[in-house]
């Protein structure tokens, strides 16, 4: 099929054996699929440890689908809510916000600087009439990690609530709903659970979901609609993407077999520090420092030279095998890479080996 | 695999070269998948004779994702919107607006009667401030069929918008835009195209949707949003399902091979045909006239037997290969059988022969 490896943050490259469990057709009404639904939805709570206080709601569409509906859905008319701002999905958090008539309240950071928890603790201070922080976990605009328990910490001892966006982190970065104050956390199939792409879900704390009946602006993202239906019958609302939930059941049998996340932590980590060495030997920088930098996705410097253009650079590197990312900064010209999916250091030696030799190829000398 | 036939109105039984065609990961923003999502938008605009005036907008989720989304772009805030009403997917539609804000004005049908013209013409003579009329073409809940051409052709005459759910007629049931003025026409992959589940599209008026901008409830429903970014782009604005959208370009090839429209109708129309036929040999009494059923999904009459009870039934069905669908009306107990997917009469023949069969088994006698 001559098919490139996605070095992209989902969709990326899945498993044949997760593609392949796509090749069965399910009831949305039958036993077998609601034990499916009622499996994966179990297993989603558990990885993040959240089995005494949490419960997983699984939503149609992609994960910016859910992150609305966790706004939407748990956060009461008319509140004001803290948007700690470093990157692209910051600010779509904010979009969807306005389109909610929230108020949001962005709290502003560089796109490469961590959300600094007394920052955030100083702007719950000043403004008591916030009740609700909305946190991205891992920001796939540039790959920075934000220090989501000290922040958690923070928005707790302030009393107010936390809505985290883990879409990039869930399953490769340490969560633990035990130890951690957060209302709502917020994920996707087709990120590091490496399913594919077609499903959202939030893992929400009961007793938040419980009393957020009526509070959604839309029918068909009310996740308190959505929890009580598939409570009272085991089903979704409406039709589920049944091959994605299938792939992403395929897909989590293989996580926790692989050891769960230290071990998915472990093999990214391995693919970023390989990355962002052999990118470095052919002279690339990074535009963060590698305290702050996730092993999900890097974000690299373009090359100050004439001769780069990012569109023939993409179309030479796909040539070979390998599908890069654009970079999503306004100010700064760069470009992504992942190092999330089913691929190992292999992939990457390999992914870097094309990059240089796409250097040479287009003439690009300068590079820092 | 031991796989049963789905005799569902969706998720249905597809094709194997449909779900081989998931087999493949790709990158949301290559351009190989711009142009598989190009053209499955031209081709779902071509089935309905739209290309001069209607786009298509696909949209990640269910087709219900879809429906409020129309509802939600393409109505502005404070209007009025009829509906009439022969079933549960009209009832959903009344649920949306309600979450929508936008006034509903309900004109009651029997289940079993298709919506009348006539009275959806005087209910809008009587009533100048409503500005759009929101229908089902056929109503999943019966599979009733509603005479959407004389339906358009009133709403026009009144001057008033037309909004159209063809979630289940989509591709099997002919649909001109080119004679028929309709806004904005709404169905999903995994129905009558036969492809799978996870996505849901919009044929929209050009001219209605670039008026819309701004209109929309929610940032990922927001259909004139997710249209110009993809005119900008090529790309969808939020991950799409990459293996759905795949599955839908798969299916698509093959019901253009089929003979389309035409072949489609002709397949589900001698399945119905049969279904029908054998089961009222066995006795069973369909809910519709024979005149107003659409061959998409036919609703039947309980037995009024003390032996029969519908999940004893189901899984007995089920464990002889077919999975059939309850029933959803709530005064009338019945159960449903679909028509559609990649099956022909040599599927509804061993079907019937399984509930033949399964009766015995059961000791149901009394069948009408």
Not at 51 to 73: D, K, M, N, R, Y
Not at 76 to 88: D, I, M, Q, S, Y
Not at 265 to 276: I, S
């Amino acid at each position: 099929m001559n098919e490139p490896i996605l070095l992209t943050p989902g969709p990326l490259t899945t498993t044949l054996a997760t593609k392949q469990a796509m090749l069965r057709d399910w009831g949305s009404w039958d036993d077998t699929f609601n034990a499916l639904t009622a499996s994966v939805c179990a297993d989603l709570v558990g990885i993040v440890h959240g089995e005494q206080t949490h419960v997983c709601i699984p939503l149609q569409g992609s994960g910016t689908f859910a992150v609305e509906a966790a706004l939407g859905t748990l956060v009461p008319k008319g509140c004001k809510v803290l948007v700690p701002n470093n990157g692209a999905y910051c600010q779509r958090i904010i979009r969807i916000l306005g389109y909610l008539g929230h108020e949001a309240v962005e709290l502003p950071f560089g796109d490469d600087q961590p959300a600094d928890p007394a920052r955030i603790g100083a702007a719950l201070l000043a403004d008591p009439a916030i009740s609700h922080v909305a946190q991205v976990h891992c920001e796939t605009g540039t790959g920075i990690l934000n220090p989501l328990p000290k922040i958690a910490q923070v928005v707790a001892q302030a009393g107010r609530r936390l809505i985290v966006d883990a879409m990039s982190s869930y399953g490769a970065i340490p969560i633990d709903l035990g130890t951690m104050p957060v209302d709502a956390l917020i994920a996707a199939s087709g990120k590091c659970l490496e399913g594919v792409p077609g499903m959202g879900f939030v893992i929400a704390r009961r007793s938040v979901l419980i009393d957020a009946a009526g509070q959604s602006h839309s029918l068909a993202m009310d996740l308190h609609d959505q929890w009580t239906y598939m409570q009272r019958t085991g089903q979704w609302r409406f039709t589920p993407p049944t091959h994605v939930v299938a792939a992403l059941r395929c897909a989590i049998d293989q996580y926790l077999a692989e050891g769960g996340q230290p071990a998915r932590l472990a093999r990214y980590g391995e693919n970023c520090a390989t990355l962002v060495s052999n990118m470095r030997r052919l002279g690339f920088r990074t535009f963060l420092d590698d305290a702050m930098q996730a092993p999900i996705i890097v974000t690299f410097h373009a090359p100050p030279d004439h001769a780069y253009e990012f569109v023939e650079f993409y179309h030479r590197v796909r040539e070979k095998g390998f599908v890069l990312y654009p970079g999503k900064l306004t100010t700064v010209d760069t470009f992504r890479v992942g190092c999330i999916g089913a691929i190992d250091v292999t992939e990457i030696r390999r992914a870097t080996e094309a990059i240089g030799a796409t250097l040479l190829e287009m003439g690009v000398q300068k590079l820092g």
